[in-house]
């Protein structure tokens, strides 16, 4: 079932207030030896640049090739395009997915604490946008829970009271892993909410109900074309709860993270959750015959950065143009934060700018940042984090407030950060 809805083109309207950036094609040559070179403390002397003639002249052909277009601070006109909010709730995920015909909402959690209110963030975003798409008339096509932990479901409950969503999909999982975490219960208290509104319909996804090139029936792909574009949006689910050999692979709720591709057009982008090292080692074995399902152009960085979730032949596969991290700042020093995590973690840091399988696309001016060394850390002492300067395109949450990703059906790739 899809709903046609009148729209003004998508293209031509653009979210106040952001700064817009590009996927940069054309200083990959002197950037490169730049990334990540570390420039603080013992690290003062930033990597010295590599001569530019040192690079094959295949780098930037096939950079420029890739469809990744200039910057020209006038903001992206595309055409025919659908836009990525990876919106800024701290510590957690929440990327809304705005297309000319509908919405889909990808985990509604964040950070909670005497500094920041992830709900009200998350619910100011989305009215805003709402106002801004008066033609959505307040409606989520559907909701996706990655997985029941609270930075990726805190809000849900305030989400389905407030907007009309038409489905919720999510793993079935309410069991605790520990009585520290508020998330099973919180994805049981919303089981019970979606039981009292039949009108909206509910899935609960495990890995056996997913065929071999992935799940778009039932709920999962919402949306299609209507009269503002002819362009119909494809979801497809590639991973959910497993249920079988758990004894080996365990009850981490990360590990059984439901897992979305996204394409419009030409442009693509891959959802993995939190799925770590064995969840991304068993999705790749079940879909080896088919590797080009994770062929994309946009990554959503696995566990917000942590370095657990990114691994080489999921980027060897992936060849994004662009990653976003979505993760809190690093001067919030609360429980559950960033800082206390040591995200984004210098192991994914490096998978992302690798010179062969990393993102292939540059911004348009770098960025100095903080990166965490070691994993989480309970004791002060334990802290490490190095200031990073970051020129391939690779934006978060935590650096630069709520980031929108334009992607054109035609491939085109544009970037707008809130600072
Ligand atoms: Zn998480």
Redesign the pocket.
Known sequence: MHDRRAVASLSHERAPALVSWVVHPCRPLLALALSLAACGGSREQSAPPLEADALPPHLYASTRAAGIVSHTRQGADFGDAMRYHFIDVGQ??ATLLEFPCGAVLIDT?GEQNASFDSTKALLGYLDAFFDRRPDLGRTLDLVVITHP?I??MRSVIDVLERYKVRAVIDDGKTEAESEHDPGPEQQARMHEWLAAHPEVAHQDVKVGDIGPVGLTEGLIDPIGACEASRVDPRLTLLWGAVTEELDSYGHDP?NHSLVLRVDYGKASALFT??LEIIGLSRLFTKYKDHPELFDVDIYQVG??GSKNATIHYQMEAMSPKLAVISMGPYDRVHDWTARKYGHPNLIALEHLVHPKTGVTGWREEPIEAWVGIKGAWKDERKEVFERRTISKAIYATGWEGTVVVTAAASGELAVDTER
């Open positions: 957690g995920d959690g932990h930075d990726h990360n959750g939190d566990h917000h």
